[in-house]
């Protein structure tokens, strides 16, 4: 057979195979399980290599080297197999088999890797061109593993590091030119191999080559290009040449950064990702820094400066940056976290108040869990709401009274919250306001009020005995109320106090205690079933508070039996 024909064959062999693994219909009229036919394939390939070895052109050879970059894994591999025996000593050097010997896939790499040795052949100088035009190859596996070749190249040729560097930069710029949507998918992928060559080259760079890479990353808003991928990765690459050189170029790395932190920038989405990008770098390059360091608290006072910016993944990466630093910064820490909490609580706008939330997150993960009570935090973020209550009051009172079941019920989940976190000082801000509402003449008013003073019950149990002398004289005063929902909210309210009553003897007394609050015909059973209990636990103020205006009708009712009942459950209660 003509070896010509014969590498045509070869050739549409690979066709094939590629057609197969894209599911096309080539041997749609062959009943052969396609498994079977795809080991077949590679077979013949094989065999048809080991055949014409000896007298194929380089054309012909081209299409076998050529089918490396096919993407699927067993046509490359089969192509690689095929080569074996040829002899490529006349190539010098080949692209195509260079970025095979880089293929992730293991043993395509080893077969790749034994032609380059066997046949002696070598990266030339000028492999910068030659190379830079597959970063932007129509198969991913190329574009990914092109990096991998071109860091080792430069391994091969130390002295072409700056000018890989460059063309990367120029290619890179090239590539991020606005596009028709379309067709910014291919430059889209592009950047991101460019973005990996970065990254693997990280060890390649000298000391002078690390700020003016940042410069182009900032300045060429790498950092923030319009595909997050390539976000990702330029961030990574930047990572891996701080980590490396970082502490070698301190001085210029800490400046550039500054600078940029320290000026303006767009007030846009890509500004934004540019800033986030070098806030994270610049907690990276203070990393280098030594405990000692006199700079340590000028760059937290610039990372907590940026938590201002209105960007939420701003903050949060400020956040993320301020967790190994804040251990570094010894006394000056207390001041630091007092200004968060002056920020926090006074902040003029918003996007401080969060920034500054974000700040303390950080700062107290940094320091550990001690911290929070070394600086009071639970304690300063509890009280921190309660001067709003007053001012979110009404608007509460209003959807107490909505009349749709969800509304209503997302209220009393709200208050419920509320309330179990509210401190005496917040108890004394929203009482007056709520006891005023009972005397409203509109009974949804009376009645809104009346429920968000039962919430109360969720108080924790020091604010209870504080607030129920108060509150409970006051419900049991609208029991009478002409208007019926006034009067089943206020039983429904005093029973959600009845049942947060902790004296084991007062609370099994509770559905009796309240229903002599409610008809004052039923005294004289309750003073009877208040004076037959044996009282063996400590009574607190909560539970006393339901006891004690049963015992004071006694003591006023007329008939002396009332008054000799309501004598002796006050002498129980004391003995």
């Not at 399980?33 to 000896?54: C, M, N, R, W």
């Not at 700079?295 to 940026?306: F, N």
């Not at 400020?318 to 820490?333: A, E, F």
């Amino acid at each position: 057979m003509d070896s010509r024909a014969t590498i045509s064959t070869s050739a549409q062999v690979v066709i094939d195979m590629t057609c197969y693994t894209g599911g096309k219909t080539v041997f749609s009229d062959h009943q052969i399980p396609q498994p079977q036919l795809s080991k077949e394939a590679s077979s013949v390939l094989i065999d048809l290599g080991e055949a014409v070895q000896s007298n194929a052109t380089r054309d012909e050879v081209g299409v076998l080297i050529d089918g490396t970059l096919l993407q699927e894994v067993y046509v490359r591999n089969a192509c690689l197999q095929a080569i074996q025996p040829f002899d490529l000593t006349d190539l010098d050097w080949s692209p195509q088999l260079w970025i095979a010997c880089h293929d992730d896939d293991e043993q395509n790499a080893r077969l790749a890797n034994h032609a380059w040795e066997d046949n002696g052949l070598d990266v030339p100088e000028d492999f910068v061109d030659k190379l830079m035009s597959y970063l932007e190859h129509i198969n991913a596996y190329v574009r990914t593993s092109t990096p991998s070749a071109i860091v080792e190249a430069v391994i091969h040729w130390p002295r072409k590091s700056a000018l890989t560097i460059a063309a990367l930069q120029d290619f890179y710029r090239e590539k991020a030119k606005i596009l028709a949507p379309e067709f910014d998918q291919y430059g889209m992928a592009t950047r991101v191999a460019v973005a990996l060559a970065f990254e693997h080259l990280a060890p390649s760079f000298t000391e002078d080559q690390v700020k003016p890479f940042f410069v182009f990353l900032i300045k060429d808003e790498a950092f923030g290009d319009r595909s997050s991928d390539v976000r990702r990765r330029t961030l990574r690459a930047g990572t891996a040449v701080i980590d490396i050189h970082g502490s070698k170029r301190l001085v210029g790395l800490l400046s550039t950064f500054e600078e940029h932190l320290g000026g303006p920038s767009a007030a846009n989405e890509t500004g934004d990702q540019i800033k986030e990008a070098v806030v994270i770098l610049f907690g990276r390059v203070a990393r280098h820094l030594d405990a000692s360091d006199t700079r340590i608290p000028s760059i937290v006072d610039r990372l907590v400066e940026a938590l201002k910016t209105p960007a939420e993944q701003v903050q949060i990466a400020v956040s993320d940056c301020l967790v190994p630093l804040v251990k570094l910064m010894g006394p000056g820490v207390r001041t630091l976290i007092d200004h968060l909490f002056e920020e926090l609580f006074d902040g003029s706008k918003y996007a401080s108040r969060r920034g500054a939330a974000y700040g303390l997150a950080g700062t107290i993960k940094g320091l550990g869990i001690g911290a929070m009570k070394e600086y009071d935090a639970i304690n300063r973020l509890w009280t921190a709401p309660e001067p709003y209550i007053t001012n979110i009051l009404p608007v509460l009172l209003t959807v107490f009274g909505d009349t749709t079941a969800d509304v209503h019920e997302a209220a009393q989940d709200a208050v419920r919250v509320i309330m179990g976190n509210m401190s005496g000082y917040g108890v004394k801000l929203i009482l007056p306001s709520l006891l005023s509402d009972l005397d409203e003449k509109q009974w949804r008013s009376k009645k809104s009020s009346i429920e968000l003073m039962g919430m109360m019950a969720y108080c924790s149990p020091r604010q209870l005995s504080l607030s129920l002398p108060i509150i409970i004289p006051r419900l049991t005063g609208v029991l009478t109320d002409t208007h019926a929902q006034v009067k089943t909210a206020a039983n429904k309210s005093l029973k959600q106090f009845g049942e947060v009553i902790n004296n084991p003897e007062i609370q099994a007394l509770v559905p009796t205690l309240l229903k002599a609050l409610v008809d004052p015909a039923k005294m004289t059973n309750t003073l009877s079933a208040l004076l037959k209990t044996l009282f063996m636990h400590y009574i607190d103020h909560s539970s006393l508070v339901l006891v004690i205006p049963i015992i004071e009708r006694g003591l006023r009712e007329r008939g002396t039996e009332g008054k000799k009942r309501a004598t002796q459950i006050v002498g129980n209660l004391a003995s």
